[in-house]
């Protein structure tokens, strides 16, 4: 196939970091300039003998890198991230020329952002902070905006981008970070919030005081924590139109046991 005819640049991975035996980030650099917005997602493939298979990922990076940074779970049953998971530094992907999605921080309306994610679910929102950090930097910090992040894995060794996240909640006062742990009991030296994420919503909207009035919220990952969330902050007062989501993908239709 004639890549360079087509909608796709190779792009080669230039670093690798290994999370978890299924978690891992790797940075492309894209051949030429690749535009897009913090929360956008791109479009990785590889080429097999007779298809291309290719999937959607949030881009963890922020537009003023150069390389472009994914954060990937492995799926064994998948068609596409065994593969993924099979490349190393020097490997080439295909990836589409143009970036997509709407799931971008809304800045006009409300100051406050709520961001509630699962394990890779936090891509697009790592992209959100790592700009808004250097916009802080070269003092064009968007006056009063306000992030409250809740990031929810099974044990702690899954939150890939913990201590960066850490380290400027710390440093800023425009972050607020809360991990949990919904598996403890695997997990016996951690000693933050426990408990699934979409459960902890409503103990932090009280303590953080965000009001639907002046709080957007954006839910990213595991379809369930969104459907979840989704009716706890319609119950909370939120409408639909200040929410925003971003589902990873379709649980697998159960197939009935007949008896
Ligand atoms: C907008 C968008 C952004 C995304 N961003 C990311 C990202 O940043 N990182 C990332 O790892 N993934 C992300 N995904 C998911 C990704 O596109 C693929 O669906 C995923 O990597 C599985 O691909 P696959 O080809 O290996 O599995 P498939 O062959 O597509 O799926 C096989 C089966 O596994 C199920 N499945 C798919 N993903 C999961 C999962 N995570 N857990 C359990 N079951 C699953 C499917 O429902 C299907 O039944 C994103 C999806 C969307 C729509």
Same mark, same amino acid.
């Given at each position: #196939?004639d890549?360079?005819?087509?909608?796709f640049?190779?792009?080669?991975?230039?670093?690798r970091?290994?999370?978890?035996?299924?978690?891992?980030?790797?940075?492309?650099?894209?051949?030429?300039?690749?535009?897009?917005?913090?929360?956008?997602y791109?479009?990785?493939?590889?080429?097999?003998?007779?298809?291309?298979?290719?999937?959607p990922?949030?881009?963890?990076?922020?537009?003023?890198?150069?390389?472009?940074?994914?954060?990937?779970?492995?799926?064994?049953?998948?068609?596409?991230?065994?593969?993924l998971?099979?490349?190393?530094?020097?490997?080439?992907?295909? #990836?589409?020329k143009?970036?997509?999605?709407?799931?971008?921080?809304?800045?006009?309306?409300r100051?406050?952002?709520?961001?509630?994610?699962?394990?890779?679910?936090?891509?697009?929102f790592?992209?959100?902070i790592r700009t808004?950090?250097?916009?802080?930097?070269?003092?064009?910090?968007?006056?009063?905006?306000?992030?409250?992040?809740?990031?929810?894995?099974s044990?702690?060794?899954?939150?890939?981008?913990?201590?960066?996240?850490?380290?400027?909640?710390?440093?800023?006062s425009w972050?607020?970070?809360?991990?949990?742990?919904?598996r403890?009991?695997?997990?016996?030296?951690?000693?933050?919030?426990?408990?699934?994420?979409?459960?902890?919503?409503?103990?932090?909207?009280?303590?953080?005081?965000?009001?639907?009035?002046?709080?957007?919220?954006?839910?990213?990952?595991?379809p369930?924590m969104?459907?979840?969330?989704?009716g706890?902050?319609?119950?909370?007062?939120?409408t639909?139109?200040? #929410?925003?989501?971003e589902?990873?993908f379709?649980?697998?239709a159960?197939?009935?046991v007949?008896?």
């Open positions: #196939m890549l360079a005819k087509e909608k640049y190779r792009a080669r991975i230039v670093w970091k290994d999370i978890a035996a299924d978690l891992w980030s790797i940075r492309v650099q894209p051949p030429a300039e690749f535009r897009f917005l913090p929360g956008q791109a479009t990785l493939g590889v080429l097999t003998a007779d298809k291309h298979i290719e999937r990922y949030s881009i963890v990076s922020s537009p003023y890198e150069s390389e472009l940074e994914f954060f990937l779970e492995l799926v064994p049953s998948g068609e596409l991230t065994p593969a998971h099979g490349l190393g530094v020097g490997d080439e992907l295909t #990836m589409r143009l970036a997509k999605g709407r799931f971008t921080l809304d800045r006009e309306v100051r406050n952002h709520l961001l509630v994610c699962t394990v890779t679910g936090v891509a697009p790592i992209s959100y808004l950090y250097r916009d802080a930097q070269e003092n064009r910090f968007p006056e009063g905006h306000r992030l409250y992040l809740l990031e929810g894995a044990r702690s060794w899954e939150f890939g981008y913990g201590e960066e996240l850490r380290r400027i909640a710390d440093e800023v972050l607020k970070y809360v991990p949990t742990v919904s403890p009991w695997e997990d016996r030296n951690w000693t933050g919030e426990v408990g699934r994420v979409d459960d902890l919503i409503r103990k932090y909207t009280h303590l953080w005081e965000l009001a639907p009035a002046t709080t957007s919220t954006y839910l990213c990952g595991h369930k969104i459907e979840n969330g989704h706890i902050l319609l119950r909370g007062g939120w639909k139109e200040q #929410m925003k989501e589902i990873y379709v649980p697998k159960r197939v009935p007949s008896t």
